[in-house]
C-alpha cells in the first residue's frame, strides 16, 4: 500500500508545531485574561465612584450658594426697586463668575418679567415652558428644599458663544419677602433661575478622564452629555460601567438622576499580554528549530522521489514525452506522473486548435473595441450633461443665502442670466407697493400684457412679436400668486424646466418667509386697537434711549406719561365699544401733534407715553403746549349712533436735561399722577 504525501504532511505537522502551541498558548492566554479582567473591573469601578462624588458636590455647593443668594436682603429688595439693580447685577456676576457650573443668571419678578440677567438675553423669550414647570412645582410641593431642578434641550436661555449646544440644566429658586414665615404657604416675591449649560458640565469632569477615557450621561427627554479627554479612537477595545448620578441635596426639593456610562480603553499602559507574548515567542522559536530538524531529516525521504518526477515533466517540455517508470513511492505522485503521459497526447491537438481560436479572438476584439469607443463616447456626453446640471443646482444652493441678505430684484435677475445667458428674463412681484417688471435682454416685448390670473396652471406659454415667452407663476403654500418670471426661449428641455422650477419654489418660500416675518415683527411690537407701538416696544426703546444717555449725555430725550381721563364712565355709561374708540381717537390726536421723530406706545389700558428725540426742557414744553391745546380744543370721540365723549387727559413729562435717565419714567409718571388728581379735584370726582 503506498503512502499519501498529503496525509503524512498534515499529520506530521499537527505533531511537531500546531498541538503543542495551541496547548502552552491556550493556558496562558486563560491566566493573563483573568488578571487583566479583574485589573479594569477595579479601575472603571473607581473612575465611575470619582465621577459621581464629583457631579454631586458641584451640584451641592451651587445648591448652598443659592441658599445663601435666596435670603439676600437686597436681592430680595432688588425685585420691586429700580435703584438696587446694581447689586442685583453684581450679586449675580459674583455668582457666575465664582461658580464653576453657572455659566448664566436671571432674576425675574412674580409675573416672570425680567429684573436683571448675568451672561443672558435681555427680553427672553425662552422662560414659556419654565414658568410653567416652576410655578405648578413651588405651588403644589410640600418638600421642604426650596430649589428645583429642570433640564432643558433645544432652548436659547444665553447667548451662542456660552451654549452651542442649547442644552444643559435650570435651577429654579423662589424669592420671598420674608424668611421669617418660612413654614407657611405663600407666594413667592420673584424667582432667581441659574443655567448650566452642557459646556460647562464637561469642563469640570474632563479633568478626572485620562486620554482614552470618556463618560456619557443619559436622561429622559434630554440629549446624552459626552464627556471626552483626547480623541477616543473608535477601533480601540474598551470596557464601560452603567452607574446612576443623581443632582440631590437638602436644597433639592424634586431629585433629578442621570444614567452615567462610563468607557475606557481596555489596553492602559502597558499591554497585559507582554509576558505571555514574550513566552510564546520563546516556544514559538523552539518548536520551528524543531520543525526545521524534521524537515531536513525527511527532506531525504520525499527528495528522490520528487527529483524522478520532475525529470519527466523537464522532458515533456523539451518535446520528449516518453515517460520512465520509476519508484515514486506516494500515491500522489504517481498520479501526477500518470497525468503528464496523458497530457502530453493531447497538447498538439489543443495547439492546432488554439490557433484557429485565435484568429476568431482577433476579429472579435476589433468589434468590441469598436463598441467600447461608442459606448465611451456616449458616458463622456452623459457626464458633461450631469457635470452642468451639478454645476447649476450648486449655484440654486447658493442662491438661497444671497437672497436673504440682497434685494430681491438684483439678486433673481444675477441668478438667472448666470444660469441661462443667452436668455431673455423678465420678473413681476406682488409683495410690495411697487409691481413694475424688471428685465434682462428683452426688447420689443410688452410685458405689462402678461396676465397671469387669466392661466389656470402655474406654467404657460406666450407668443408675441415671432418670440416665445416661457411663463411661471411664484406662488405660496396656500396658491396665492406671489408674482410672475418670464423667459424669452424658444423651447426648454425636461432637465431645464425641474431646474427653474426648483428655483421657482426656491424663491417663493424666501419671498412668503420674508411676509410672514414682517407681519411678525409687525404684530409683536404694535397695539392691536390703535395701532401704536405696545408697552414691549416702549420698554425696549427706553432701555436703549437709557444707555444712550449714559454713553453721550449731551443726546437729551424726554419722556411723556398720559392717561385717559373718563374711560371708566364712558365704557359705563356707553358700553366698550365707546371706549374703544375714545382710546383710539386719544392715540390719533397725540400722534397729531408729534414730530415725525418723536414715537407714540400705548402701554395699556388708558396709559400712554410717547419718547421725544432731542428732547430738553424746552423741546418738552412745546409739546405739553400742543397737548394743552388738543384739551382747549374739545376734541371728541363719537359713535354713528350719534353718541359722543369729551377727549380729555392728564399727562406728566421729563427731560434727561436736568432728570438721571434711570428716573425719568418714575418722575413723569408722578407729574402725570398729580396732573389726573388736580383735574379730578378740580371737578369735583375722585380719580379713576
Given amino acids: 500500500m503506498k503512502l499519501k504525501l498529503k496525509s503524512s504532511l498534515a499529520l506530521l505537522m499537527v505533531l511537531v508545531a500546531v498541538l503543542p502551541a495551541s496547548i502552552i498558548g491556550g493556558l496562558l492566554i486563560k491566566q493573563q485574561t483573568e488578571v487583566e479582567t479583574n485589573y479594569r473591573i477595579d479601575l472603571i469601578d473607581r473612575l465611575s465612584s470619582t465621577l459621581a462624588q464629583e457631579f454631586n458636590y458641584r451640584f451641592y455647593l451651587l445648591s448652598t450658594a443659592l441658599d445663601v443668594l435666596s435670603r439676600d436682603r437686597l436681592l430680595v429688595q432688588g425685585i420691586d426697586d429700580f435703584f438696587l439693580t446694581s447689586h442685583v447685577d453684581a450679586t449675580l ?66 447667548p451662542d458663544k456660552f451654549n452651542p449646544s442649547h442644552k444643559g440644566v435650570a435651577i429654579g429658586v423662589p424669592i420671598y419677602q420674608s424668611t421669617l414665615t418660612e413654614g407657611l404657604k405663600r407666594k413667592p416675591l420673584g424667582y432667581l433661575i441659574v443655567i448650566v449649560p452642557v459646556e460647562n458640565i464637561v469642563k469640570v469632569l474632563r479633568p478626572y478622564l485620562k486620554d482614552g477615557e470618556h463618560v456619557i450621561f443619559h436622561h429622559n427627554g434630554m440629549d446624552n452629555i459626552a464627556v471626552y479627554k483626547g480623541e477616543p479612537d473608535p477601533l480601540m477595545p474598551t470596557v464601560s460601567k452603567t452607574a446612576e448620578v443623581t443632582i440631590d441635596n437638602k436644597y433639592i426639593a424634586e431629585p433629578m438622576s442621570y444614567e452615567a456610562q462610563v468607557f475606557m480603553n481596555k489596553y492602559l499602559g502597558e499591554n497585559p499580554f507582554t509576558n505571555s507574548l514574550k513566552i510564546l515567542t520563546i516556544v514559538a522559536i523552539i518548536v520551528i528549530m524543531f520543525t526545521l530538524l524534521t524537515a531536513t531529516i525527511s527532506y531525504r525521504w520525499f527528495a528522490k522521489p520528487l527529483t524522478y518526477l520532475m525529470d519527466s515533466v523537464r522532458g515533456c517540455l523539451g518535446g520528449n514525452y ?20 496523458k497530457m502530453s497526447t493531447t497538447i498538439k491537438a489543443q495547439l492546432s486548435d488554439l490557433e484557429d481560436k485565435n484568429v476568431k479572438l482577433m476579429t472579435f476584439n476589433d468589434q468590441l473595441e469598436q463598441k467600447v469607443h461608442e ?96 411663463c411661471f407663476k411664484i406662488v405660496d403654500t396656500h396658491s396665492v400668486l406671489l408674482g410672475v418670471i418670464v423667459m424669452e426661449h424658444p423651447n426648454i428641455a425636461r432637465d431645464d424646466y425641474e431646474i427653474i422650477s426648483l428655483f421657482i419654489r426656491q424663491l417663493s418660500a424666501e419671498l412668503e418667509g420674508r411676509l410672514l416675518n414682517e407681519e411678525l415683527e409687525r404684530s409683536a411690537i404694535t397695539d392691536p386697537l390703535t395701532g401704536l407701538s405696545n408697552r414691549k416696544s416702549f420698554d425696549v426703546d427706553l432701555d436703549e434711549w437709557i444707555k444712550i444717555s449714559h454713553r453721550y ?32 381717537e386719544t392715540g390719533r390726536l397725540i400722534q397729531s401733534v408729534c414730530r415725525s421723530t418723536d414715537k407714540v406706545y400705548r402701554l395699556g389700558g388708558d396709559e400712554y407715553a410717547i419718547i421725544i428725540k432731542g428732547g430738553d426742557n424746552k423741546g418738552c414744553d412745546k409739546l405739553k403746549l400742543r397737548l394743552q391745546q388738543l384739551l382747549i380744543d374739545e376734541n371728541y370721540a363719537s359713535q354713528s349712533s350719534g353718541e359722543k365723549v369729551a377727549i380729555h387727559f392728564a399727562m406728566g413729562c421729563a427731560s434727561t436735561e436736568n432728570i438721571d435717565a434711570r428716573a425719568l419714567y418714575q418722575v ?21
Avoid at 105 to 118: C, F, H, I, M, P
Avoid at 399 to 428: A, C, E, R
Wanted: hydrophobic residues 35%; charged residues 20%; glycine residues 6%.
Fill in 93 to 158: 456676576a459674583n455668582l457666575v463668575d465664582n461658580t464653576p457650573l453657572v455659566q448664566a443668571a436671571y432674576l425675574v419678578d412674580a409675573k416672570w418679567d425680567e429684573v436683571e440677567n448675568y451672561n443672558g438675553i435681555n427680553g427672553i423669550k425662552s422662560f414659556s415652558s419654565l414658568k410653567t414647570l416652576l410655578s405648578e412645582s413651588v405651588g403644589t410641593s410640600k418638600s421642604t428644599g426650596n430649589q428645583w431642578v429642570f433640564n432643558y434641550v433645544d432652548e436659547y436661555l444665553m
Fill in 322 to 341: 516518453n515517460i520512465l517508470d520509476k519508484d515514486l513511492r506516494f500515491s500522489e505522485l504517481i498520479m501526477v506522473n500518470d497525468l503528464i503521459q
Fill in 375 to 470: 459606448k465611451t463616447l456616449e458616458l463622456t456626453h452623459s457626464l458633461q450633461r450631469e457635470e452642468k446640471r451639478r454645476t447649476m443646482l450648486q449655484s440654486l444652493l447658493s442662491f438661497s443665502n444671497k437672497l436673504q441678505h440682497g434685494d430681491i430684484h438684483s439678486t433673481v435677475m444675477t441668478q438667472l442670466v448666470s444660469l441661462y445667458p443667452y436668455s431673455g428674463w423678465g420678473m413681476q412681484l406682488f409683495i410690495n407697493q411697487n409691481t413694475n417688471w424688471v428685465s434682462e435682454g428683452l426688447s420689443n416685448i410688452n410685458l405689462d400684457s402678461i396676465d397671469a390670473d387669466a392661466h389656470c396652471s402655474d406654467y404657460f406659454r406666450i407668443d408675441t412679436n415671432d418670440k416665445v415667452l416661457q
Fill in 553 to 584: 449725555p449731551e443726546q437729551y430725550f424726554g419722556l411723556f406719561m398720559i392717561d385717559v381721563n373718563g374711560l371708566k364712565q364712558a365704557n359705563d355709561e356707553y358700553g366698550h365699544h365707546m371706549g374703544d374708540q375714545l382710546l383710539i
Fill in 668 to 688: 413723569a409718571d408722578k407729574a402725570m399722577y398729580l396732573d389726573k388728581k388736580a383735574y379730578y379735584e378740580q371737578i369735583g370726582k375722585t380719580p379713576r
